[in-house]
């Protein structure tokens, strides 16, 4: 099932080189649709991705509502006429969007029209794409599961974690998110997160020096 899922599915990753952050394009391969996680400051690049591949996106999916994850979004729905979802205990991040440095003055209010909620299956083109809510960087941060692998948004880092000082955030909501939602899922998971590198979530609970499984301690 995994290689055959990876076989389905093509990931592509647009990073935005001010803050680093991953802009995530999944395809099917066998269809011109496409899925756009986190489209930020890097959207122009989005974009040129998209048309040079052909693809359309369908939907965007949004991991939380930091600026620098959702300032794209504007641009591609008015490219596509898609629509945008979001956790709803983070639409309250949504006001502060144009408070990042680099963010245009003119950029439009970004607008979600569908709220994501926990345990949720996304069902797209046959596949299932799993909603994890994991509270912590944001009161509404999610992650997502795409088969054998998890998009992490800011929640979990390769060797690192989100911010958990800024509004809406939490030190031990975002503890008891990495132990209890994400540590628990298979070991060899592939995590994307919104910012570096992928990961394994073997190679977190071993290695992350903010939060060790217990058994590694």
């Not at 345990?119 to 994991?134: A, F, K, S, Y």
Request: some cysteine; hydrophobic content about 35%.
């Amino acid at each position: 099932m995994t290689d055959t899922l990876r076989d389905l599915v093509e990931l592509a990753i647009v990073v935005d080189p001010t803050f680093d952050q991953n802009c995530y394009v999944l395809r099917r391969r066998d269809t011109t649709d496409a899925l756009v996680v986190d489209p930020g400051l890097q959207y122009p690049q989005t974009l040129a991705l998209l048309d040079k591949r052909g693809l359309r996106c369908e939907r965007i999916l949004l991991t939380h509502g930091h600026p620098d994850h959702v300032s794209g979004v504007p641009a591609l729905k008015a490219t596509f006429g898609c629509e945008a979802a979001i956790h709803p205990d983070d639409r309250e991040q949504l006001e502060a969007v144009h408070y990042l440095p680099g963010v245009p003055d003119d950029l439009p209010d970004v607008v979600c029209e569908q709220d994501l909620k926990d345990g949720e299956m996304l069902r797209w083109h046959e596949l299932d794409i799993e909603v994890v809510h994991t509270p912590g960087h944001t009161r509404g941060s999610v992650c997502f599961r795409v088969g054998p692998d998890l998009l992490s948004g800011d929640t979990l880092f390769n060797r690192g974690v989100g911010r958990a000082d800024l509004p809406g955030g939490s030190w031990p909501a975002l503890i008891f998110s990495i132990e209890h939602r994400i540590y628990t899922l298979p070991p060899e998971t592939v995590v994307y997160p919104g910012h570096g590198q992928r990961t394994t979530v073997d190679a977190e609970m071993r290695g992350n020096p903010f939060v060790v499984h217990p058994r590694y301690r």
